[in-house]
């Protein structure tokens, strides 16, 4: 099956990342319309341990597990985004004609690929990527994919969240999704982009 963007994690930022393309559609744009966004997550991320006291804008005592459903709702609110539980284990090709492969033998295409799958480990074949140290972790043996400093790692491959070197707080990972997002939409634009949205007025 073929889509538009393939997020592979759904952790804070490629939920975030999700959630952000998926809210470009029905503004007028006609490059935002139609697009297909499938999360390929292993069900790992850490925000299932996690508790909010300190997230902007969020309210003292929130779930991380909860968070994650907030997220998938707010996504499910706009539509066009599928969400398979696989463990992803190559990505090949090139900006329009990625492939995406899973442990369990499926085989996904896509336009872009964004890499969001966390720093504990980074055990996916794939061309082109610089696994090093990752600098701002707090704990040792933590990873980050090398990329041009606005998360491109490659023409059409972009990396979010911890894995692109943000400090491990919710906030810092899910804003490193949205903007890798925007950059996706702004490509599509062929000009910056933002999405906002304002109250009716009565």
């Not at 998926?22 to 299932?48: H, I």
């Not at 398979?84 to 996904?108: A, C, H």
Request: aromatic residues 8%; hydrophobic residues 40%; charged residues 25%.
């Amino acid at each position: 099956m073929r889509y538009d963007v393939i997020i592979i994690g759904g952790g804070a930022s490629g939920l975030s990342c999700a959630l952000t393309l998926a809210s470009a559609k029905g503004r007028g744009w006609d490059w935002a319309e139609n697009r297909k966004y499938l999360v390929l997550d292993t069900g790992r991320s850490d925000m299932n341990r996690a508790l909010f006291n300190n997230v902007p804008g969020v309210p003292i005592g929130t779930l991380g597990k909860d968070m994650l459903g907030i997220l998938k709702d707010q996504i499910q609110h706009y539509g066009g985004v599928d969400f398979l539980e696989e463990k992803v284990v190559k990505v090949e090709g090139e900006k329009g004609n990625f492939k995406v492969y899973t442990e369990k033998g499926n085989i996904f295409e896509s336009e872009f690929v964004v890499l969001a799958s966390g720093f504990h480990r980074f055990e996916i074949e794939c061309e082109g990527v610089e696994v090093v140290e990752n600098p701002k972790s707090p704990k040792p043996g933590r990873v980050m994919v090398r990329h041009d400093g606005d998360y491109k790692v490659k023409d059409g491959l972009y990396v979010a969240g911890l894995l692109a070197g943000v400090s491990s707080m919710f906030a810092a990972a899910a804003g490193s999704g949205v903007q890798v997002a925007i950059n996706i939409l702004s490509e599509w634009a062929g000009k910056p982009i933002v999405i906002h949205d304002v109250p009716e007025e009565s």
